[in-house]
């Protein structure tokens, strides 16, 4: 048997349906080399795992490994990283979809740019109403410094499945597991940061959105976006440290966003003015601005 060159990691939980398109777009890939798709059952109790037992039998590169207890995405895609065989690893939600010919535009990527230990292709969002976008991506520099400042601008979009890393990068700063949301926020940043990173031209996975409720609980929602903020600055060097008024005071819009969504306009407006006394510049986001402003009005 050939050696594997990649290996497709899907962690799921309870999502029998979209997994089910996860795993055929990740099987039905149009490319040279040898590749697996591994799903880690993250403690399903909704039959997925008898319908990936029977899936295994059936499909020669699939293999799947079950959790007994639901331990979060980050020890999934942990447990998948320290099973997988192949030299590069693409992670995929199971509500996500792969383009067929994602693995070869990776392949591509790798002839092109044989240094690379990263490789980020672009993204399809999928609205509610199946419209699709394809999403903007700039080109990185060999400046790290800027690289990161666009990223915690959020201008590059690296999410999951639309990027390769090489395993002995990726195992060495696994997804930080005390971590239950944005798990990937620290590692995305720390591969921009301090690895050779390629932007690809074409597009390689289906991001489709999903109606989330808003979580009204004020510890969970400052957590989401100070902790992983907390641990990527823990792994950075000194160099990047100077970025990190700019990197806080984006948290703080986000979480000014999310109190302005739940109509909490007081919290919102506390969090807005904290963005900006330590980086005045964010004054110039004008969608922020904007709904300052509206929380201002609405809170008389």
């Known amino acids: 048997m050939s050696e594997i060159k990649f290996s497709i990691i899907i962690p799921t939980y309870n999502r029998i349906?979209?997994?089910?398109?996860?795993?055929?777009?990740?099987?039905?890939?149009?490319?040279?080399?040898?590749?697996?798709v591994i799903v880690i059952d993250d403690g399903s109790t909704d039959g997925t795992e008898k319908f990936l037992s029977e899936y295994q039998k059936k499909?020669?590169?699939?293999?799947?490994?079950?959790?007994?207890?639901?331990r979060g995405v980050a020890v999934a895609r942990n447990t998948g990283i320290k099973i997988a065989q192949g030299k590069y690893l693409l992670f995929l939600d199971s509500d996500d979809l792969l383009l067929p010919d994602a693995l070869k535009t990776f392949e591509k990527g790798i002839e092109l740019f044989p240094d690379g230990e990263v490789f980020i292709g672009k993204i399809i969002k999928e609205s509610l109403d199946k419209k699709r976008k394809i999403g903007i991506l700039p080109k990185l520099s060999n400046n790290s410094k800027k690289n990161l400042k666009?990223?915690?601008?959020?201008?590059?979009?690296?999410?999951?499945?639309?990027?390769?890393?090489?395993?002995?990068?990726?195992?060495?700063n696994l997804?930080?597991?005390?971590l239950r949301l944005r798990e990937d926020f620290p590692i995305y940043g720390y591969l921009i940061c301090l690895?050779?990173?390629?932007?690809?031209?074409?597009?390689v996975v289906i991001i489709r959105e999903h109606l989330h409720r808003l979580r009204n609980d004020t510890e969970?929602?400052?957590?989401?976006?100070?902790?992983?903020?907390?641990?990527?600055?823990?792994?950075l060097p000194s160099e990047f440290q100077a970025l990190y008024?700019?990197?806080?005071?984006?948290?703080?819009?986000?979480?000014?966003?999310s109190f302005y969504l739940l109509k909490e306009y007081k919290k919102a407006i506390a969090y807005y003015h904290k963005a900006i006394k330590i980086y005045p510049f964010n004054l110039f986001c004008l969608s922020y601005l904007k709904k300052y402003l509206k929380s201002l009005i609405k809170s008389l």
């Open 220 to 235: 969970l929602l400052i957590q989401r976006n100070l902790l992983p903020l907390q641990i990527l600055y823990e792994k």
């Open 175 to 178: 997804f930080p597991e005390k």
């Open 245 to 257: 008024s700019l990197a806080l005071s984006r948290e703080y819009l986000s979480i000014f966003r």
């Open 17 to 36: 349906n979209q997994v089910v398109e996860a795993i055929d777009s990740a099987l039905n890939q149009i490319c040279n080399s040898s590749y697996e």
């Open 59 to 70: 499909v020669s590169n699939f293999r799947f490994l079950k959790h007994e207890k639901n």
């Open 195 to 203: 690895c050779k990173c390629y932007v690809l031209d074409k597009p």
């Open 150 to 172: 666009l990223f915690l601008k959020k201008k590059i979009p690296i999410v999951a499945g639309s990027f390769i890393v090489k395993k002995d990068i990726i195992e060495k």
